[in-house]
């Protein structure tokens, strides 16, 4: 049996102001794989380097997974309005994409 399910990813267009709060989130987080993202390596890390190329905004593609993860890097920072911003909006697409119903497909003709 094949089983194609439905795996959403998000398109988000990201300042070098919103990736810099990230990355201060990150360094001052307790757990050791958000502060791992800021690091060579690190999803962060990555982002930055596409900055230093030269590009005044980039427009990742990410999955659910590493959408979440972003706003776990800033889940303890709430005095910064840029981050305020991004998990308002970062929640709201998360949780309309768990809404949604799931689409799967099997097909079994080989079986």
């Known amino acids: 049996m094949i089983k194609i399910e439905q795996v959403p990813h998000f398109r988000m267009t990201m300042s070098s102001d919103l990736l810099e ?3 201060l989130c990150s360094k001052a987080h307790y757990d050791q794989e958000c502060k791992n993202a800021s690091k060579f390596g690190g999803i962060l890390y990555g982002f930055k380097n596409q900055f230093a ?3 005044e ?3 990742p593609l990410l999955t659910f997974r590493e959408l979440d993860f972003l706003l776990k890097i800033c ?3 709430n005095d910064l309005e840029i981050v305020s911003k991004f998990k308002f909006a970062a929640n709201q697409v998360l949780t309309w994409a768990q809404m949604q119903p799931s689409m799967t497909l099997q097909v079994s003709a080989y079986e």
């Open 53 to 55: 190329l030269g590009a």
């Open 57 to 59: 905004s980039i427009t």
């Open 21 to 23: 709060a990230l990355i």
């Open 75 to 77: 889940e303890m920072v």
